[in-house]
């Protein structure tokens, strides 16, 4: 016996070790103001899902409370005493058995005439003329095209507060035939879970998912379908903006890629920008990026860099556009992303400032955010 009482303490305490962990992990859950929480949904899409979900919600808590009820005053009022005789055994109970067969079937059939009724309706063309935008899957960053603005950028979806557009998303179909850059067809998932549910971006093909922001504010998204190495590092912002920044910020888009101003730093980082060459004989910045308003800057195998300077983050959404962030991207990009494409050039010191003054002054006008 002795040894069991020296034991047993132990054990508890590693199973209340264990609870309080399992507690502070569901807590963890409760947090607010979170960059991409669906208890609070902004676009109309996420609050008809978050709708259905407190409908389910609080029928389970029905079920569970009526359940769990019976258990625990079964359990006490049957519990075995001197005396007392087994109580009656009702296996094989027909009436029974066909009671609680019914009573979750009614349930289940209650649940789904909204749900389907959610899902008929999300599967409608939205009514209007919405502004169509095409968002392309690439590894692992995302082209955002404005096709009646004549606009490409990246990885930072701008559109009107409280007007829905409606996303073409479709992935990159073949292999890009840059040297060193192969990026191979995969699914991608567009996801801001603020505003609406997850739609695959799928190569060859082309899913519509209308969109819309109810306030206006910086939405986080991310890539939802594993897709390769930085998968998780595949993120972008959605920039739900009222009609007047949204309509300048498309003619800074449109007016194209600022000039530098001669003889600045920006000025020799352009230069370089047009003229550098990779130590195999690559080509230049331009070979990939793609700049409007410069000549031979069309490329779009990697991100548009018309409004770079601008943009709240870079790498896809995931590291703050700040100078030092970026410098540090020139220098090695693959230390701050793994698997990106984009090769560390053995750029000079020189080279780095010159490179990064440039891109930070392509904010077609703007401050950076
Ligand atoms: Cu793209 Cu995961």
Known sequence: MT??????????GLRAALAVGVLLLFLAACGRGLP???????????ERALELYWLVFWIAVGVFVVVEGLLVYTLIRFRRKPGRETPVQIHGNTRAEIIWTIIPAVILAGIAVPTIGTIFDFARDPEGDPMSIVVTGHQWWWEIEYPDLGIVTANELH???RQPVLLHL??????NEVEGVSPVPVIHSFWVPRLSGKQDLVPGRTHLLPLDAQEPGVYEGQCAEF????????????VAEPREEFDAWVEAQRAGATAPAAGTL????????????T?????????????RGVEGAEARVAPDLTMFGARRRLGSGVFQNTEENLRQWLRDPRAMKPGAFMPDYGLSRD????????LRSLDGGAPVP
Do not use: K, W
């Not at 991409?36 to 996420?46: D, I, K, L, V």
């Not at 479709?170 to 292999?175: A, G, N, Q």
């Not at 690559?282 to 700049?291: F, I, N, Q, T």
């Not at 080279?351 to 440039?358: H, M, R, S």
């Open 3 to 12: 040894p069991q009482r020296t034991t047993r303490p132990a054990g508890r």
């Open 266 to 277: 920006a000025a020799e980082g352009a230069e370089l920008f047009q003229s550098f060459s």
């Open 170 to 175: 479709t992935s990159d179909e073949l292999p």
């Open 36 to 46: 991409q929480n669906t208890f609070e949904p902004a676009g109309s899409r996420a």
């Open 159 to 161: 559109m009107p507060v």
């Open 351 to 358: 080279q780095v400032e010159a490179l990064a003054a440039y």
């Open 227 to 238: 897709c390769g190495i930085s998968h998780a590092m595949m993120r972008f912002q959605v």
């Open 279 to 291: 130590p195999a004989g690559g080509g230049s910045c331009m070979a990939c990026h793609g700049l």
